[in-house]
Nanobody, 124 residues
């Protein structure tokens, strides 16, 4: 079992930045590939970024490529999502997720554990 707790969301103006943090507990953090997903009102949950167990391999959605960066600190059991140049269309609830897998997957259904989510609102 893995417990995930996100923080760092908030209200920001377009062009601004936020850093989301997800702290994991309850199991060996380095056993898990980590991902960030988001869900806007009336839309399906979508992949934002993922990072391998070692942190060497990362993937990002086309919509955030070049603006968002995922990273992890295995000593702190923490994964981050640095979000720069935010746009109103980035407004959503952002979720941290974990899967015991060697590859970075973009499919939400493959992730086993989820945090409660943190709201990000970008005003124009």
């Amino acid at each position: 079992q893995v417990q995930l707790v996100e923080s760092g969301g908030g209200l920001v103006q377009a062009g601004g930045s936020l850093r989301l943090t997800c702290i994991a507990s309850g199991s060996t953090f380095t056993n898990y590939t980590m991902g960030w997903f988001r869900q806007a009102p009336g839309k399906e949950r979508e992949f934002v970024a993922g990072i391998s167990r070692s942190g060497i391999i990362t993937k990002a959605a086309d919509s955030v490529e070049g603006r968002f960066t995922i990273s992890r600190d295995n000593d702190k059991n923490t994964v981050y999502l640095q979000m720069n140049n935010l746009k109103p269309e980035d407004t959503a609830v952002y979720y941290c997720a974990a899967v015991s897998a060697r590859v970075v997957t973009k499919t939400s259904g493959t992730y086993d554990y989820w945090g409660q989510g943190t709201q990000v609102t970008v005003s124009s």
